[in-house]
Each structure stands twice: as structure tokens, then as C-alpha cells.
């Protein structure tokens, strides 16, 4: 198994350009997430899905879509990218069984994302 | 609302002596707390969790946490550090307020360097 994948590793963007960060996972988790990483802040939740065809904002959304396109597949989209966006960028995923289960999440090897 | 606090941003212990890395915790309700190491350039790895009952718990490579519901702490120890030990500790608690899925709120982690 894989895990948690996530394309590119690296990116450079300029002010204004878009791109979409791509995250699969091959464990068959109901739920997917994406993180921004800063230094001495933690992970801050950017956007959820708990379960295929879901999508709920997380702390820090602005700036930000997603799209959960299966079950294995959660892409983050930068539409208009701004300097503050400069983070690491992690995707996670984790199993959900009736709402009431407190299991760990498996993250993705992270995205190191620049913005001139 | 759900926080985490981890009060000391660098731990630096010698090899072979006992590591303790703090984590005090707010929360509503019953609490669900996690430790997650980072290595370089790596996403975080799972180590231990509390749900409930024993309140020490064992962890993944040596380590353990003990959980003080009077002190509100989930501190990470380990008997006897290694060198390899060194890296980016994370504490999290999950968060509650958002219901289904599973949310956690991550404190700002703590650096370890582990001295030969």
C-alpha cells in the first residue's frame, strides 16, 4: 500500500496563478483532509470530507476550494494564489465508522508551496 | 472551542536519559488526545492516542503518554532518548465541535534534539 500520496512535492507560482494539489489514498477511508503548515502554528485545517460527495470548510478555507472526486481522490484548488498561501500543504485521510470512531489519521508526504 | 497548548517549542535532552515532551489540552466534553511525530521533510506518523480507560498509554517506538484529567496534560515520555528520536512532536486533540468526521485541532509542536 502507498498510504497517502500527494502531487507535486514542490511548486512555484506567482501572484495571481492557480494550480490544484492532488491527494490519493489507497486504505479506502471514508475521510479526507487538507492542512496548511506554518512555522510554529501547527497544522490549521484548511477543508474536510467526511465521506465521498462531502465537503465542510475547516478553520482556515478562504482562498481555497475542494473537490472530492471518489473515494480515493481530494484535491485542494488554489484559484487566485497570494504570498500568505506560501505553507506546506498536507492531505490526510482517516477510517469513520458510525460516527463515533476516534481513529488516527495517515498524512500524505506534504506539498512545499511558494508564492512570489 | 478545542486548543492545545504546548508550552516549550524546543526540548533538548542527552542520549540515554528519559524525554518528556508537555501537552495541556481544553476541550468540551471528553477529550481525545494524540501524539504525531514529524521527521524532516516527512508528514506526520502517528503515535499514540487516549480514548479512555488506562491512563498511561503505549505507543508506537518506546513511547508512551499519561494522561492527568485534574492537570488537563497529555505529556509524551520516553525512558531512555535516542538520537533518532529527534524531530517535531505534535500533540492533538480531536474536535468535537464539528461533529461527524474526524477533525482534530493540533498544538504549534515541539522540537526535539536528542544530544549524543
Same mark, same amino acid.
Given at each position: ?116 | ?20 515532551? !508537555?501537552?495541556?489540552?481544553? +476541550? *468540551?466534553?471528553?477529550?481525545?488526545? #494524540?501524539?504525531? @511525530?514529524?521527521?524532516?521533510? /516527512? $508528514? ?33 515520555? !520516553?525512558?531512555?532518548?535516542? +538520537? *533518532?528520536?529527534?524531530?517535531?512532536? #505534535?500533540?492533538? @486533540?480531536?474536535?468535537?465541535? /464539528? $461533529? ?17
Amino acid at each position: 500500500n502507498a498510504g497517502v500520496t500527494q502531487t507535486p512535492k514542490f511548486q512555484v507560482l506567482k501572484t495571481g496563478q492557480s494550480m490544484t494539489l492532488q491527494c490519493a489514498q489507497d486504505m479506502n477511508h471514508n475521510s479526507m483532509y487538507w492542512y496548511r503548515q506554518d512555522p510554529g502554528m501547527g497544522l490549521r485545517l484548511i477543508y474536510y470530507s467526511a465521506s465521498e460527495g462531502t465537503t465542510d470548510k475547516g478553520e482556515v478555507p478562504n482562498g481555497y476550494n475542494v473537490s472530492r472526486l471518489n473515494k480515493r481522490e481530494f484535491s485542494l484548488r488554489l484559484e487566485s494564489a497570494a504570498p500568505s498561501q506560501t505553507s506546506v500543504y498536507f492531505c490526510a485521510s482517516s477510517e469513520v465508522a458510525g460516527g463515533s470512531s476516534y481513529n488516527e489519521q495517515f498524512f500524505g508526504p506534504g506539498t512545499r508551496l511558494t508564492v512570489l | 472551542a478545542q486548543s492545545v497548548a504546548q508550552p516549550e517549542d524546543q526540548v533538548n535532552v542527552a542520549e540515554g536519559n528519559p524525554l518528556t515532551v !508537555k501537552c495541556t489540552y481544553s +476541550v *468540551s466534553g471528553n477529550p481525545y488526545l #494524540f501524539w504525531y @511525530v514529524q521527521y524532516p521533510n /516527512r $508528514g506526520l506518523q502517528f503515535l499514540l492516542k487516549y480514548i479512555t480507560g488506562d491512563n498511561l498509554v503505549k505507543g508506537s517506538y518506546g513511547f508512551e503518554a499519561e494522561f492527568n484529567k485534574s492537570q488537563t496534560s497529555f505529556h509524551l515520555k !520516553k525512558p531512555s532518548a535516542l +538520537v *533518532s528520536d529527534s524531530a517535531l512532536y #505534535f500533540c492533538a @486533540v480531536r474536535d468535537m465541535s /464539528r $461533529g461527524y468526521g474526524q477533525n482534530f485541532v493540533f498544538g504549534p509542536g515541539t522540537r526535539l534534539s536528542v544530544l549524543p
